[in-house]
């Protein structure tokens, strides 16, 4: 068994499948340095199978693969990365870069339908309160549209 951190970083239409064993922070700065592009969010998950769990999403996932560690994203893909992160509830993170974001875009990273939670409160409630995320609300008409997360 390894210890450590399974992640998975979403750059636009790829998906950069790792694990670590020291500190996350650092690793991702060290992968954002030789990136071209910005990471739009990354899941991680603390496991004490942590290499286990990152080859087997790599063998899962071999038809998609890009090069090395990075996939070519699928809803198949982001499906089952999110139900491993829903099992593993209690130990699960999300990264978010800042910027403004629509509510449906939110939801879509937390693998929440866009038709579920239709009244705000409900999602903030339910499921926002259950990420460590620094936001602020915008609002169209008394109705929130976006968060910008800082």
């Not at 499948?17 to 739009?40: C, E, H, W, Y």
Request: proline share 1%; with cysteine; hydrophobic share 35%.
């Amino acid at each position: 068994m390894s210890e450590g951190i399974v992640y998975a970083i979403y750059c636009k239409d790829m998906v950069k499948i790792g694990f670590t064993t020291g500190k996350l922070s650092s690793r991702l700065k060290a992968i954002q340095a030789n990136s071209p592009v910005m990471f739009d969010w990354v899941y991680y998950l603390e496991s004490n199978q942590a290499r286990e769990t990152e080859t087997a999403i790599h063998r899962m996932f071999e038809g998609s693969r890009s090069h090395y560690e990075w996939f070519n994203h699928t809803r198949d893909m982001n499906k089952y990365i999110k139900s491993i992160m829903n099992k593993y509830a209690h130990n699960r993170r999300v990264y978010i870069k800042r910027g403004t974001y629509s509510i449906d875009y939110i939801k879509e990273i937390l693998g929440v339908g866009s038709k579920k939670y239709k009244l705000y409160g409900h999602f903030k409630r339910r499921i926002l309160s259950q990420y460590e995320l620094n936001y602020s609300e915008i609002k169209n008409n008394k109705k929130v549209t976006h968060l910008v997360i800082m």
